[in-house]
């Protein structure tokens, strides 16, 4: 039976879809959508539910249609509809907003509140900055605030640079730079985004105070369920994530360029030490589609814990919260849960010695 374009790009840790680089190489129609609550288009992605974002894209597609029915002899089920829109809330604040040069392309960010350290929101895959809004007013009443759109998404520049992780992250360096905000940085990466944070801070280590880990995964996760599986639920999932672990002659997108920032992840040094926070949904991996089977999904759930736990321990004394009644998107669902625990560190660090 041939599914178009039925992803579970949870499966390998990036959240969201949407309008994004602009390659013909993805395709993903409009889905879902992140709805500003004045009624606003915020840009049009699927918001992913657990196991990293368990995005499920039913009549989109990825580089061409993707034959599940390959990988095995029986019939899959029909996929499940797209997750509803999700309401993200205008902003009550006015930020700053700028388009900085960082090399080859520009970036478009903003900058709200003042004073040190500077936090550093880094969106998941494909999400704009305007993901944030449910956060950002909470904490500009402490620090200098910074978001902004990686390169190819909103109105940052695409440019001829490529966008794997390593990139990425120097393009955000440079980006910091160029604003001239109080050093140094607590860096929040969600899903995709905490690979970016953990590059960055493996890269520019001194530029660093904390980090914050929202629902981002390790790269050992592809393999790691591969292995839970074995016969038809591995085939399945072994197809479903093939795209995102092979590069193309021509990247062009983060998608592109997974296999290679993962590659990256796992040559990157260590990382500096500073206080490290990592916040999981305690729902992680649940709610997966009907593709794979009651034991498969327990696994598969079990896996994604037992990755968090790995993130957990990349650091010594690194603080694990697990937020109930939120999915993957904690920020959006559970507000509170995240704002908390990254204002706690921002005052941990102004009382630190210089």
Request: some cysteine.
């Amino acid at each position: 039976m041939r599914i178009v374009g039925v992803l579970l790009l949870a499966l390998i840790g990036a959240t969201g879809c949407g309008a994004g680089s602009g390659s013909a190489s993805v395709t993903f129609r409009e889905q879902a959508k992140i709805v500003a609550s004045d009624g606003q288009d915020e840009g049009a992605f699927g918001m992913s539910t657990a196991l990293d974002g368990a995005l499920m894209i039913a009549g989109g597609s990825f580089g061409g249609a993707a034959d599940w029915g390959s990988a095995s002899q029986a019939q899959t089920p029909p996929p499940p509809p797209p997750p509803p829109a999700v309401k993200i809330p205008p902003l009550t604040i006015r930020g700053a907003e700028h388009m900085v040069d960082v090399g080859g392309r520009r970036l478009n960010c903003f900058v709200y509140g003042s004073g040190g350290p500077t936090v550093v929101l880094v969106s998941g895959f494909q999400a704009p900055q305007a993901y944030w809004n449910p956060i950002v007013p909470g904490l500009a009443e402490v620090a200098t605030v910074v978001t902004y759109d990686r390169a190819g998404y909103g109105k940052s520049e695409r440019g001829g640079l490529p966008v794997h992780g390593l990139q990425t992250a120097a393009d955000l360096h440079a980006l910091l730079g160029e604003l001239d905000v109080p050093k140094p940085y607590l860096l929040v990466g969600h899903s995709y985004g905490g690979r970016i944070v953990r590059l960055f801070a493996s890269a520019y280590p001194s530029d660093v105070a904390g980090l914050v880990l929202e629902e981002a995964s390790h790269e050992d996760l592809p393999d790691a369920q591969l292995a839970a599986l074995s016969g038809r639920d591995r085939e399945t999932l072994a197809s479903m994530i093939a795209p995102f672990r092979a590069t193309p002659a021509d990247p062009r997108t983060e998608t592109d360029y997974m296999a290679t920032t993962v590659e990256q992840l796992r040559r990157s040094g260590p990382l500096p030490r500073v206080p490290l926070i990592v916040i999981t949904s305690a729902s992680r991996g649940s709610g997966l589609p009907p593709v794979f089977g009651p034991e498969s999904q327990a696994r598969l759930a079990e896996v994604a814990m037992a990755m968090q736990r790995k993130l957990v321990e990349l650091l010594p004394d690194a603080e694990h919260i697990l937020v109930e009644g939120a999915g993957h998107n904690a920020h959006v669902d559970k507000p509170e849960a995240v704002l908390a625990p990254i204002r706690a560190m921002v005052a941990r660090l102004r009382r630190q010695p210089e």
